[in-house]
């Protein structure tokens, strides 16, 4: 049997796709048993033939092959065990490990945190909230979010903008809810921002912000902290929005398409703006600054690489729901 398995794998690398296409159908078939044959080519990082893609083969065997990898990750091959864990991740999420890699993984996390410096976010492309760092109790509890717990910069990235950031649950009542993923990152200190305030958090959450109104929880937020921020880069539409609100009224913000693109009263960053703009941009900073990273970049933190000494403690993962945890969320994140 271990023969007859080892042959199919490789006719996943047959030039005739109708082996390769028999060839992942008798695997899938087989169930489980095939999983010790797939993993080293699943995790293999050296140049291969692109045809073989073992990943959505196991993947399609679904949670039947989560028993062998969790006992991959107790008794070995030891070369299988770091694979075993990043498909237990990517299958079932935190929820597919036991306690001891669940420990593991919390404790790795807890030492990258003490040298993760610097630290960046997308620049660009992209949508996020920005906040009084000194509010964040307040931010948690204006956005009703749960399980918040410390994170690196780079897995809180990814776990907000790339990968899995919202799931569909039912309740214990057949109800079906949605429930999102966000991640907020560290105090970063901007001596340029408009008032008082000089340190500020993001939030970043795709799903979240898209779904939600990210101009409407901007709002709520402010309520809660005094003074809040949405802004989008949005290359592939040649579009960006920036939008001030303060407890809980808009008072100025922009939009590429909006109509009319400024609204509210122009900040005084604007004034500033205008007076030092070039003969080129003299006509487009007439009535406001229209470039959002500008106005981050003024009135709270711009995203991108931030310096260390301007970098204070850690990000948060939270979600939006107190039923659904992180660990609920399916989906390998770097650390």
Same mark, same amino acid.
């Given at each position: #049997?271990?023969?007859?398995?080892?042959?199919?794998?490789?006719?996943?690398?047959?030039?005739?796709?109708?082996?390769?296409?028999?060839?992942?159908?008798?695997?899938?078939?087989?169930?489980?048993?095939?999983?010790?044959?797939? /993993?080293?080519?699943?995790?293999?990082?050296?140049?291969?033939?692109?045809?073989?893609?073992?990943?959505?083969?196991?993947?399609?065997?679904?949670?039947?092959?989560?028993?062998?990898?969790?006992?991959?990750?107790?008794?070995?091959?030891?070369?299988?065990?770091?694979?075993?864990?990043?498909?237990?991740?990517?299958?079932?999420?935190?929820?597919?490990?036991?306690?001891?890699? /669940?420990?593991?993984?919390?404790?790795?996390?807890?030492?990258? /945190?003490?040298?993760?410096?610097?630290?960046?976010?997308?620049?660009?492309?992209?949508?996020?909230?920005?906040?009084?760092?000194?509010?964040?109790?307040?931010?948690?509890?204006?956005?009703?979010?749960?399980?918040?717990?410390?994170?690196?910069?780079?897995?809180?990235?990814?776990?907000?903008?790339?990968?899995?950031?919202?799931?569909?649950?039912?309740?214990?009542?057949?109800?079906?809810?949605?429930?999102?993923?966000?991640?907020?990152?560290?105090?970063?200190?901007?001596?340029?921002?408009?008032?008082?305030?000089?340190?500020?958090? #993001?939030?970043?959450?795709?799903?979240?912000?898209?779904?939600?109104?990210?101009? /409407?929880?901007?709002?709520?937020?402010?309520?809660?902290?005094?003074?809040?921020?949405?802004?989008?880069?949005?290359?592939?539409?040649?579009?960006?929005?920036?939008?001030?609100?303060?407890?809980?009224? #808009?008072?100025?913000?922009?939009?590429?398409?909006?109509?009319?693109?400024?609204?509210?009263?122009?900040?005084?960053?604007?004034?500033?703006?205008?007076?030092?703009?070039?003969?080129?941009?003299?006509?487009?900073?007439?009535?406001?600054?229209?470039?959002?990273?500008?106005?981050?970049?003024?009135?709270?933190?711009?995203?991108?690489?931030?310096?260390?000494?301007?970098?204070?403690?850690?990000?948060?993962?939270?979600?939006?729901?107190?039923?659904?945890?992180?660990?609920?969320?399916?989906?390998?994140?770097?650390?």
């Amino acid at each position: #049997m271990p023969e007859d398995i080892e042959a199919l794998v490789r006719d996943l690398s047959a030039r005739d796709r109708t082996v390769r296409d028999a060839a992942t159908n008798a695997l899938v078939a087989l169930g489980p048993t095939v999983v010790d044959h797939l /993993l080293p080519h699943a995790i293999d990082r050296r140049t291969r033939n692109p045809r073989i893609d073992v990943r959505s083969i196991i993947t399609r065997l679904g949670d039947g092959v989560l028993p062998r990898l969790r006992e991959i990750r107790r008794e070995g091959p030891g070369r299988l065990r770091a694979g075993a864990l990043t498909l237990l991740v990517d299958l079932g999420g935190g929820d597919a490990l036991d306690e001891a890699d /669940l420990r593991a993984v919390e404790r790795l996390v807890r030492i990258k /945190l003490v040298d993760e410096r610097p630290v960046e976010t997308p620049s660009e492309a992209g949508r996020w909230l920005a906040f009084p760092a000194d509010r964040l109790d307040d931010a948690v509890t204006a956005l009703g979010l749960h399980d918040v717990r410390p994170t690196t910069n780079i897995m809180g990235v990814a776990a907000a903008t790339q990968a899995t950031d919202a799931l569909d649950f039912q309740d214990a009542q057949g109800a079906t809810h949605r429930a999102y993923r966000v991640f907020i990152t560290p105090e970063f200190e901007n001596w340029r921002a408009e008032g008082p305030t000089k340190n500020w958090r #993001m939030l970043w959450g795709n799903s979240f912000l898209d779904e939600l109104d990210g101009f /409407l929880l901007a709002r709520e937020l402010s309520e809660h902290c005094g003074e809040a921020h949405f802004y989008v880069l949005d290359p592939y539409n040649a579009s960006e929005n920036w939008y001030v609100a303060r407890n809980g009224h #808009m008072v100025r913000s922009y939009g590429t398409y909006a109509d009319p693109q400024f609204e509210g009263e122009p900040l005084p960053f604007e004034a500033v703006q205008r007076e030092i703009a070039d003969d080129d941009e003299a006509e487009a900073f007439a009535e406001g600054v229209p470039d959002a990273f500008t106005a981050a970049d003024n009135l709270s933190v711009h995203p991108g690489p931030q310096l260390a000494e301007d970098t204070h403690g850690h990000g948060w993962l939270a979600t939006t729901h107190p039923d659904v945890p992180n660990t609920r969320f399916k989906g390998a994140l770097p650390l």
